[in-house]
């Protein structure tokens, strides 16, 4: 075992000993098999829209996300709800275009958070530049919680940032936005700032480049990570 996989285990007892809820001990006990090959572990592909890139101090107004299951995108589990603020959304509107009347009837993040955790679990988290979703995550997490929560990640924008490098190539970070590297392995566009959009482009995304990068053989999840950080 390695010194990451044990560190892991340890966390997320730590956390489960630390966890009040059901739904969180739930979460915590069911981790997944990152020696497993990418096709068969179980993966959700997530995004977000908040209302500013600061965890501590902007708010998340949208989740979106879609299960990748057998190497396959289930567009029929696919989920979007969109969350209610304590504050408006401000000038963000005209980034994601969700105005506040569009969030009268949304849900409350605590439940948002919720029903994201039951989506993720027993799944590995697939997400293009994943340390700010998981930053708004762990934000609330502590706030209703009480404590953080265990991941494992798997972030299109790093695997494609590796891969580049590895190729030598040249870029800046315009070419890491999500659809710039949907482009670069022919897939379609879909509708940017749209977290079930994204999301369900992230998924595509994540598909292509483990092709790329394992062809036909056997890629595990954990040397998919490799990439990943």
Same mark, same amino acid.
């Given at each position: 075992m390695s010194t990451n996989l044990g560190w892991n285990k340890l966390n997320r007892w730590i956390l489960a000993l630390k966890a009040k809820e059901s739904h969180i001990k739930d979460y915590i006990g069911a981790?997944?098999?990152?020696?497993?090959?990418y096709r068969e572990v179980e993966m959700l592909s997530v995004d977000m829209e908040m209302t500013g890139l600061n965890p501590k101090k902007n708010e998340v107004i949208?989740?979106?996300?879609?299960?990748?299951? /057998?190497?396959?995108?289930?567009?029929?589990q696919a989920r979007k709800i969109l969350v209610k603020p304590k504050f408006g959304v401000g000038d963000s509107a005209t980034i994601h275009g969700i105005h506040d009347?569009?969030?009268n009837d949304a849900i409350t993040l605590d439940i948002a958070l919720e029903q994201l955790l039951k989506a993720m679990q027993g799944?590995?988290?697939?997400?293009?530049h994943g340390a700010l979703d998981i930053a708004f995550i762990q934000q609330a997490a502590q706030k209703y919680y009480g404590h953080?929560?265990?991941?494992?990640?798997?972030?299109?924008?790093?695997?494609?940032?590796?891969?580049l490098q590895r190729q030598g190539e040249h870029y800046n970070k315009q070419l890491l936005r999500l659809y710039a590297c949907c482009d670069r392995y022919g897939l379609p566009p879909l509708a940017a700032h749209n977290?079930?959009?994204?999301a369900v482009a992230t998924a595509q995304l994540l598909l292509?480049?483990?092709?790329?990068?394992?062809? /036909?053989?056997r890629l595990s999840v954990k040397e998919l990570m490799k990439f990943s950080h």
């Open positions: 981790s997944c098999d990152l020696s497993g090959a949208s989740i979106g996300w879609v299960p990748i299951i /057998n190497g396959e995108i289930v567009l029929s009347h569009h969030l799944r590995v988290l697939v997400a293009h953080k929560l265990p991941f494992d990640l798997l972030d299109t924008l790093l695997i494609e940032a590796k891969r977290a079930l959009a994204d292509a480049q483990a092709a790329a990068i394992g062809g /036909n053989s």
